[in-house]
């Protein structure tokens, strides 16, 4: 399924979408020919063992990376071609890890999404400091403003970057495994609060749960490549998880909105997948 859609735009030509994108790291060939056009306001989860590529997509339609073959495109505009400022005012990334040399405070760290918004060395406008407060408030960390980056944990940092993107205002949002280094209560609460930001949001996942629970659309990546695209309930199926990741499952469907559930039984490796 290399270049299929993962989903439709809300109009031709608008919002964030790859066409076709290829990558190579190193000689290898990391994506090929992959589509990714995620509906505006929208949650997509990004899944796939490790190596799968999910990363490098993500990078790929951030502007960090360029891809060797095929298009990213922001409004039907190349990402090459639009000024990074103009770039950063729309899309914001959270990494996978973030870190920093300057001890800076919980509240300085979010400030630092509101540097597209502002000239160089201009003060922070009453406007940027209501979208610190907010970003502070929307991620439980308002009583947390003055502490240090050293001080907090893991947890705690990850927070820090979700609250840094949201001051950001953007329309887009790209998290690559924004759920790692959290508990389980933070894990559905982070999820949760991306999932209800009718924002058009990107996000890396491996717990397939975790995803099958929030997100609107999946996008399955194996070696580079789209395996699997579209609803959740179409996209996670028995026979996906033990074709992707190796591992026999069984899939049901508790709920009433008929979201799934995964529960694995174990490995899958020199079996037969069990039958749809």
């Not at 995620?38 to 990376?65: D, Y």
């Not at 071609?81 to 001890?103: G, I, N």
């Not at 998880?241 to 039984?265: E, I, N």
Request: charged content about 20%; some cysteine; proline content about 5%.
């Amino acid at each position: 399924m290399s270049g299929t859609s993962a989903s439709s735009t809300g109009g031709a030509g608008t919002g964030l979408r790859a066409d076709r994108v290829s990558r190579t790291a190193g000689g290898a060939l990391v994506l090929d020919g992959v589509t990714l056009a995620p509906r505006p306001g929208t949650l997509t989860g990004l899944l796939g063992p490790n190596g799968s590529g999910k990363s490098t997509l993500l990078r790929l339609l951030a502007g960090v990376l360029a891809p060797d073959a095929g298009v990213v495109t922001l409004d039907g505009d190349p990402l090459g071609s639009v000024p990074r400022r103009a770039l950063a005012r729309r899309v914001a990334v959270v990494e996978q890890h973030a870190d920093t040399q300057v001890d800076l405070t919980v509240a300085d760290a979010v400030r630092l999404g509101r540097i597209p918004h502002r000239r160089a060395w201009s003060p922070a406008t009453a406007a940027d400091e209501e979208a610190v407060r907010s970003a502070l408030a929307r991620t439980g960390l308002s009583g947390l403003a003055h502490r240090t980056w050293r001080t907090l944990s893991g947890g705690e940092r990850q927070r820090v970057q979700i609250a840094r993107a949201l001051a950001q205002e953007p329309r887009e949002l790209l998290l690559d495994e924004p759920t790692n280094h959290l508990d389980i209560q933070h894990q559905l609460d982070l999820l949760a609060l991306v999932s209800g930001l009718r924002l058009t949001c990107v996000v890396a996942l491996h717990d397939l749960n975790l995803a099958a629970m929030h997100c609107d659309h999946l996008v399955v990546l194996r070696e580079g490549r789209v395996v699997a695209a579209g609803p959740v309930r179409d996209v996670l199926t028995e026979r996906l998880v033990a074709d992707v990741y190796g591992v026999r499952a069984t899939v049901t469907r508790p709920g009433p909105d008929g979201r799934p559930h995964v529960r694995f039984l174990g490995t899958a490796r020199g079996e037969a997948a069990p039958a749809e």
